[in-house]
DNA sequence: GCCGTTTTCGGCCCGACTGTTTTCAGTCG
């Protein structure tokens, strides 16, 4: 799949022009880009079926452009825009102040083309005596520039979430704080999150600004007003904040909850009513009309609430104005957890130790699956063994009231797709997940498949492999996938590890769309692992999965049926 | 460059904060 490749050019297109002064195309590239970004089909796809048109935000230029991209891997007007771009627009354009407006005079007046030249102007001084510059900007500079050089990558939804309680556990402390949300990307749950927007209502504005600005862990503060004010931790984390009236609230956790897209769907809504949406409420010749809760929001312009995890202009606006949303599947629906780990491979926690943290969920069921021989660094077991493991599940089983210990296994698809363990042995347990961990490089479509053609393989882990940041995942074809899952009954896992989310959002929403069923695992190594169920979950409802297509919703009983 | 319950031209979301300015442009979200 290409179509990040093709969404990188067009946000590139979108800087070039931009940089050039032209005005509303960069808009228009940005939009196609985004439209190419959050697609779940496969790009080339499209174009072969001439569909490219039918894309929002891509008519007739950009649809040439990307059909040319696909076609020669080049695209003309493009290599042209770069090659009479003298400077490396990418990274002095991601130093935190600079902007299209500001980088150009750096070039026009100082030469400077790159963070080098960047930082030399700088540090001799030159950059204080341009025009609309000045001292600080200066220094901003030379700041921002070391930001930017060593910028991790966005953090991890995983590693956020907790950041984000905590801070929103302290500033609830304060007498003069009503309410606290964390907005943003991390409260639609994106995978990853960029930094944290916190809203806030309050007594006391000055106050709360005060006490946020700061706090011990605060590193800089970026920007601080009487309403707004933004920080960056220790860890590298920046944290917006803003407090608003109560009766403003609504409004204003829409507005910073996002996405962008979402909002400037909401806010064209609001337009064609001739009502006009701002973070201060819906207004009505200057009236405000709602901004108390986002329900109120929504119903005036005519919709129903939608839920924060649905926010991305992915189709949401439409179906809402015609009341007509899914219900999408709730953090309580999950009844058990189906892939899991334990001491018999090497890991911290007995089978009882992992049954009874998983009963706090009030889940009614867990299956233990540990690793399998040839997975040797994970202490796989051999099929002699998993006999003996499922003796001491039994036992466990018995002795433990109100949940049912299932018997399963991770087993490894060898590169030849033939899995790692005998059938004789895989068609004693309750669950058989199968799942690659060796030989990426391989035809990963062709091993899976053979895997799914075994009939006691029931679940599919990690679909594709990959590793949020760190690892692409195997080349594979998905839409085969997704045929021969549903040809065979095989369930693809939604895999709630921090770094896998695998399938992600995207490629879960398409597996549904396709009438595959899912699975939300959390694939723990340890009892406190169990606790990532939320971020599958996350995974699961930005996919727009409903309770129906998640087999663990199920009762015990009905689950085994949804099974080979 | 795209798009249409303000339709095939004329718009394109809206507002806060900052720094460098004597009223605002640029950047950010």
Known sequence: MRNLEVAKILYEIADLLELKGV??????????????????????????????????GIGKNIAQKIAEYIETGKIKSYEGLKKKMPFDFESLLSVGGLGPKKVSILYKKLRVKNLNDLEKAAKLGKIRKLAGFGEKTEKDILENIGIAKMRNERMLLGIALPIAEEIEQRLKELKEVRKVVTAGSLRRRKETIGDLDILITSSNPTKVMEYFTTMPDVKDIIAKGPTKASVRLKNGLQIDARVVKDSEFGSALLYFTGSKEHNIALRKVAISKKLKLSEYGLFKNNKQIAGKTEEDVYKKLGMPYIEPEMRENLGEMELALKHALPKIIGYNDILGDLHMHTNWSGNPNNIEDMALHAKHFGYKYICITDHTKSLAIEHGLNEKQIEKQAKEIKKVDKKLDGIKILHGAEVNINADGILDIRNETLKNLDIVIAGIHSGFKGNA???????????????????????????????????????????????????????????????????????????????????????????????ARRAWAKKKDVINTNSLDKMLKRLK
């Open 23 to 56: 005005e509303f195309k960069p808009y228009a590239y940005r939009r196609a880009a985004q439209t190419v970004e959050s697609l779940s089909k496969d790009i080339e796809d499209v174009y072969k079926e001439g569909k490219l048109e039918d894309l929002p």
């Open 445 to 539: 479509t062709e091993r899976i498949v053979k895997a799914m053609e075994n009939r006691n393989v029931d679940i599919i882990s990690h679909p594709t492999g990959r590793l949020i940041q760190y690892r692409k995942g195997y080349d594979i074809d998905l839409q085969k996938l997704f045929d021969k899952a549903k040809e065979t009954g095989t369930i693809l896992e939604i895999n709630s590890q921090p770094k896998r989310l695998d399938l992600n959002d995207i490629n879960a929403r398409a597996a549904i769309e396709h009438g595959c069923r899912l699975v939300i695992n959390t694939d723990a190594h340890s009892t406190e692992q169990l606790n990532n169920m939320r971020l599958g979950i996350a995974v």
